[in-house]
């Protein structure tokens, strides 16, 4: 597999890892947040239903007070039906909005039959308030006073199994904040039962009568429930107990105020035996209401407590969610650098490289364009470098040699004399003579050249003047032999030209031309006043009679034999079939057939 590929499947191996991991995590985190949500949820319908408890209760202190002024008190009575519509008001959003949330809820789909319940005591309860409070404070009896205070007191009780319920919820789902959640319970029922503890003093306070044996039972139990709620409520508060200035505040407040003076007050007034209460019922009940709404402040402390906590806990599952993505999102990106920088690093060089190395081996010797700055990279890029200058100095002395070896067959093949070609130039065209013989092409020719009377040049004027004979000899040959035709010094004062595509007759015209060249002109010679040599020649073509080598050179030499023989200084051709029947008829001056 390619490198590319390979590091292609690492990385995609890598993420799908990391991407386990990170899910694995992150569905961990999920079910946490969602969990906070659903506790948040039991948390909202818990505060909520409470918060609706106590909007109940609360209504009832401006009821109970309105049901001890005269409607032609007309200032005072208006204020306190205003109280009391603000009052409502108050129940009825905290109802709805407890509505709302439990219509939300996944499971329910209607309103349920206990808030139902509470509405419709509610609107029983201030039907009756209002039926009782148009009416003069005399023509009020304190049965039906008592009736309509204790429907009130249902309207808030229908509530009990809806709170129990959300408590339970809450509890369930987040049991580390079981410990907040029972106190605002607790609170809750201490505002409740509070409020009902005022609620019996309302009557014989306004009539006035005095407490009579039954509700003095029914005051004598919320009693002695207020005091297990408060001993409950003294046992929770441990050392342990998370500490918090704002609910330490409100709970001396309570202990001063609702512990303290209102249940005080309540005993002083339970233990009257007759009717000089030395209160109104409207200046009780205003007495105590700030200490009731102090528990419900207390109370409504402790459930934000929870419900920051439980949205504290969301938060930071969410941040992990966040951190997770965005740690997978960052790794996928460093993977992506990473691939992107081995490209560019490891595989490009490496591909360009390999091209480099396939284009030295191919001869091209041009330096390719660098890819890649790492060390490693430049490191093969010099090693290409060092290959692409062995490969130059091998090329350049492979042309050396070549030329090298040119000059020597050029030297080989020729004679340092004359520098005409010499007779193993000759040899290499013609094969060895001496060996099988060589079919010779048709159109070749030969002549054969050797100069007249050389000897006694030498004995007479030396050895150094018989080579500059041959030196001039040879010049004046080379200038009438052109291509494709070739002179060569055959041996000693012996030359051959080598023709190739003449005729006979152009062959003994070009014979009879060097003949002529060699003689015609005085060579100058130092020492030497006059000196003119000639030259005997013997021509000689491929015909139907010379078909080698061999034979070709046999018949040039005879004819040269005879041209010597016959007075030299001339030329003779040696005969073909045709030449026999036309032999005087074509040949030039100087020129006999054999
Ligand atoms: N200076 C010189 N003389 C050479 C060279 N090669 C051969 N010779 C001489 O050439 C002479 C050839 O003489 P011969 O073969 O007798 O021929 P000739 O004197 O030319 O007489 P014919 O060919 O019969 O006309 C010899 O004396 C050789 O020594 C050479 O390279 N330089």
Redesign the pocket.
């Known amino acids: 597999m390619q490198l590319q590929a390979q590091l292609k499947v690492g990385a995609a191996l890598l993420l799908a890892v990391a991407a386990g991991i990170s899910a694995y995590v992150f569905v961990g985190y999920a079910q946490g947040y969602r969990q906070g949500a659903r506790n948040l949820q039991a948390l909202t319908s818990y505060d909520q239903v409470l918060k609706a408890g106590n909007a109940i209760s609360a209504e009832r202190a401006p009821s109970n007070i309105l049901l001890t002024l005269d409607p032609r008190a007309a200032q005072a009575y208006a204020s306190t039906r205003a109280d009391v519509a603000d009052a409502r008001q108050h129940t009825d959003a905290a109802l709805d909005q407890l509505d709302r949330l439990i219509r939300a809820r996944p499971e329910a789909d209607s309103e349920t039959p206990v808030l139902a319940r509470a509405r419709e005591s509610l609107v029983k309860a201030r039907a009756d308030y209002d039926a009782l409070a148009r009416n003069a404070p005399s023509e009020r009896s304190p049965q039906d006073l008592q009736t309509a205070i204790d429907i009130l007191i249902v309207a808030r009780k229908q509530l009990d199994p809806l709170i129990a319920d959300f408590y339970r919820e809450a509890v369930e789902l987040a049991p580390d904040q079981a410990g907040t959640m029972q106190m605002a319970r607790i609170l809750s029922d201490l505002r409740e039962y509070g409020g009902r503890l005022g609620s019996m003093l309302v009557v014989p306070l306004s009539t006035p009568e005095p407490i009579d044996p039954a509700r003095r039972v029914i005051i004598a139990t919320l009693r002695g429930r207020i005091d297990e709620l408060r001993a409950l409520m003294l046992a929770r508060t441990g050392p342990d107990d998370q500490h918090d200035d704002a609910i330490e505040r409100m709970r001396t407040q309570v202990e001063r105020g609702f512990f303290g003076r209102t249940l005080a007050l309540v005993d002083t007034l339970t233990t009257r035996s007759g009717t000089d209460y030395g209160i109104r019922a409207a200046a009780f009940t205003s007495q105590a209401l700030p200490d009731l709404v102090a528990l419900e402040k207390l109370e409504d402390l402790f459930v934000q407590r929870a419900i920051a906590h439980v949205t504290a806990t969301q938060r930071h599952e969410r941040v992990h969610m966040l951190l997770i993505g965005a740690f997978l999102l960052a790794f996928f990106l460093f993977l992506l650098a990473m691939l992107r920088a081995a490209e560019s690093l490891v595989i490009r060089p490496l591909l360009l490289a390999k091209n480099e190395i396939v284009a030295l081996a191919n001869g091209d010797l041009r330096r390719a364009p660098r890819a890649g700055n790492s060390e490693e990279a430049r490191a093969l890029h010099d090693a290409i470098d060092t290959l692409r200058q062995q490969h130059l100095r091998s090329m350049q002395l492979a042309i050396e040699r070549d030329e090298l070896s040119k000059a020597l067959r050029r030297q080989a093949h020729t004679d340092a004399?004359t520098g005409l070609l010499n007779r193993h130039a000759l040899e290499e065209i013609t094969g060895d003579l001496s060996a099988e013989p060589v079919r010779l092409s048709k159109g070749r020719g030969l002549i054969l050249i050797?100069?007249?009377?050389?000897?006694?040049?030498?004995?007479e004027h030396g050895?150094?003047?018989?080579?500059l004979?041959?030196r001039e000899v040879g010049g004046r040959i080379r200038q009438l032999v052109k291509e494709p035709h070739m002179a060569f010094r055959y041996?000693?004062?012996e030359f051959a030209v080598l023709t190739n595509g003449l005729s006979m007759k152009d062959l003994c015209l070009l014979a009879e031309d060097i003949r002529r060249a060699i003689s015609s002109d005085n060579i100058a010679a130092p020492g030497v006043s006059t000196l003119i040599v000639t030259a005997?020649f013997g021509v000689a073509k491929g015909n139907l009679a010379v078909l080698t080598w061999l034979d070709l050179l046999n018949a040039a030499d005879a004819a040269l034999y005879q041209a010597?023989a016959q007075g030299?200084n001339q030329l003779v051709a040696a005969p073909t079939p045709t030449d026999d029947m036309q032999k005087d008829r074509h040949m030039p001056g100087n020129v006999q057939a054999r």
């Open positions: 004399l050797d100069v007249d009377y050389f000897k006694p040049i030498n004995d050895h150094i003047v018989g080579d004979v041959l041996g000693g004062e005997s010597k030299r």
